[in-house]
């Protein structure tokens, strides 16, 4: 069987009320050579259940499961291992592709000859939009490191340029490590899709819900693994905290023009 031109990684634990429509979202894509490998970190849930039916139906998806639970670094890393796509692709068991998602990213790495590229994204809280996070147009390292503006269900990578390149073995914050090791020495390159095609959605499950956790796993990013001297990681840190800050205040207005916007008599 030739190889296919995506291979999607999607990790889960514990999934049963999201996956479906997770893997409905990769199913609809309008490119249709990919396979979708699943996986399942130990779930106790029907979460196997679920994703071996899709496979009985659908040949291009496959489920690894692993008898404990390692953290998702561990599992999309597995995926990794076992990718044979040109191209390698991420989402998250609760995550949504929009159908359109894989051709843009694919039109515009061929245009620009990029080894990475994401796109923007939508939040979405109980249903309900919780703000856009815009792309720009390239991201370099010593950008990425103030910043990460890649949402690791946006990411599609060249799985040749990425090599043996894999994700840190840290609990939170291990995509971001992983982009910037990609672009750390320069020679390859990030582009930018500007419009949402992914919904990213929050609840309190979700890894990024406790903020305190994942700031201590920023510090940890920064000191252990990016090995950023103290002054300059705090001087990072405190931007972290600023941007999350500015995010939080431009969502929260976007969410109200929205509820504004949708009142009747408006």
Not at 3 to 10: G, H, N
Not at 146 to 158: D, F, H, K, M
């Amino acid at each position: 069987m030739a190889a296919p031109l995506v291979s999607v990684i999607m990790p889960s634990f514990d999934a049963e009320r999201f996956i479906a429509e997770s893997i409905d979202s990769v199913i609809a894509q309008t490119v249709e050579d990919w396979e979708l490998i699943v996986v399942d970190d130990a779930s106790t849930d029907a979460t196997t259940a679920i994703v071996a039916d899709y496979r009985r139906r659908d040949s291009r998806i496959r489920l690894i499961p692993q008898q404990t639970n390692r953290g998702v670094a561990t599992a999309r890393n597995l995926g990794l291992d076992q990718a044979q796509g040109e191209l390698v692709a991420f989402i998250d068991s609760d995550d949504v592709w929009y159908p359109e998602k894989t051709a843009k990213q694919v039109a515009a790495m061929d245009r620009s000859h990029a080894d990475l590229s994401y796109t923007a994204y939508e939040r979405r809280r109980d249903g309900r939009p919780a703000g856009i996070v815009a792309a720009p147009a390239t991201i370099r390292y010593d950008e990425l490191l103030q910043r990460c503006v890649i949402g690791c269900s946006t990411a599609l990578v060249r799985r040749a340029t990425c090599g043996a390149v894999r994700m840190p073995p840290i609990r939170r914050r291990q995509d971001h490590g992983f982009w910037l090791e990609l672009l750390r020495d320069g020679s390859r390159t990030a582009v930018g899709v500007n419009e949402p095609l992914v919904s990213y959605r929050l609840h309190g499950a979700s890894l990024s819900a406790n903020k305190l956790v994942s700031a201590a796993y920023s510090w940890k990013l920064l000191r252990q693994i990016e090995r950023v001297p103290f002054a300059k990681a705090v001087r990072l840190f405190g931007g972290y905290a600023a941007d999350s800050l500015m995010l939080r205040f431009r969502w929260s207005m976007q969410r109200k023009t929205a509820c504004g916007n949708a009142a009747p008599g408006r």
